[in-house]
T-cell receptor
Framework: IAGITQAPTSQILAAGRRMTLRCTQD?????MYWYRQDLGLGLRLIHY???????GKGEVPDGYSVSRANTDDFPLTLASAVPSQTSVYFC????????????FGPGTRLTVL | GQNIDQPTEMTATEGAIVQINCTYQ??????LFWYQQHAGEAPTFLSY??LDGLEEKGRFSSFLSRSKGYSYLLLKELQMKDSASYLC??????????WGAGTKLIIKP
């Protein structure tokens, strides 16, 4: 692994289904983030984690949950998907929450029907 | 509320210079970032400004005026590969990034 990876690359999901988006980084970064990107809008922060074992809510957390059991992994779960959660999801990481640069994964394109 | 404004789309000619502006109103300020995002790809970091003035990095420069809530990204000697969206983001008092919607830059030969 080099950098930050996400899986799956894309997914079509029926409304009401549960889905977990995976994110793994090998840079030993303390902070990790989940964003969604929608046409015409800026990236919006869903949840974040400043260090393993802690998580926080971002701007648009409703309908999503996260966990941070270790430094490398930061999965995002949609408990019961709805069409408004159709979006491109980016995971990112940084050395710390106050660092100057966030590194992004390649993204997951999710369609909820 | 917090707000980042930047033009939706700009067009420029290969070899020319283009300036992409960004204005912001945020709760606190811990730096301003510019990212580049090619279509279908992830954003990648371009520049960071926390003090007033110009930061130069090769063909790209970024300027900040904190008193005016204003920044610009200057791209010189434009190349076709510079066709991308350019995202302005401000780190607020909670160390969270607030993002603009991005400026799509179209380069014509």
């Amino acid at each position: 692994i080099a950098g930050i990876t996400q899986a799956p690359t894309s997914q079509i999901l029926a409304a009401g289904r549960r889905m977990t988006l995976r994110c793994t980084q090998d840079m030993r970064h303390n902070a990790m983030y989940w964003y969604r990107q929608d046409l015409g809008l800026g990236l919006r922060l869903i949840h974040y984690s400043n260090t393993a074992g802690t998580t926080g809510k971002g701007e648009v957390p409703d309908g999503y949950s996260v966990s941070r059991a270790n430094t490398d992994d930061f999965p995002l779960t949609l408990a019961s998907a709805v069409p408004s959660q159709t979006s491109v999801y980016f995971c990112a990481s940084s050395d710390s929450e106050a660092t100057t640069e966030q590194f992004f994964g390649p993204g997951t394109r999710l369609t909820v029907l | 509320g917090q707000n980042i404004d930047q033009p939706t789309e700009m067009t420029a000619t290969e070899g020319a210079i283009v300036q992409i502006n960004c204005t912001y109103q945020t709760s606190g300020f811990n730096g301003l970032f510019w990212y580049q995002q090619h279509a279908g790809e992830a954003p990648t970091f371009l520049s960071y400004n926390v003090l007033d003035g110009l930061e130069e990095k090769g063909r790209f420069s970024s300027f900040l005026s904190r008193s005016k809530g204003y920044s610009y990204l200057l791209l010189k000697e434009l190349q076709m590969k510079d066709s991308a969206s350019y995202l302005c983001a401000v780190m607020d008092s909670n160390y969270q990034l607030i993002w603009g919607a991005g400026t799509k830059l179209i380069i014509k030969p």
